[in-house]
């Protein structure tokens, strides 16, 4: 029988790593895949270690008029389909918890702009695929 501790709460995962990426360099209206590598660490400046995988993501759709589209995975082919994928609407921001995800939190995740003048602003936290 398991011992029940009234006034406690569960360990709660947080980012060895906490990046940012803009995307306003990339013309592309086409599903792009994003790594840990992908972002700029906001404690050093430069590139957030390889293989580290997603615990959070915040997502701000800067576009006045189109809505841009994530997925917690990587994409099957640049050309997807939008349909049953994560919506930004315009001038909207997302945030999603993604430590603890049924199969696993990913290590590459996608977006898809509407236009190639969008830009989406990500930020993101990361621990070692190895935790």
Known sequence: MATSYPNTT????????I????????????????????????????AVPAGQIFT???IHNTSTTASAFFKMRARDAAGDATSGELEIPANMSI???MAGLAGGSPATVAYRKAAAGDELVIQAGFEAATI
């Open 10 to 17: 569960s360990p709660e995962r947080t980012a060895a790593y």
């Open 95 to 97: 945030s999603y918890g």
């Open 56 to 58: 959070y993501v915040t």
């Open 19 to 46: 990046g940012a990426v803009d995307t306003s360099g990339n013309a592309s209206t086409d599903w792009t895949d994003l790594t840990s590598a992908s972002f700029t660490s906001s404690t050093t400046g430069s």
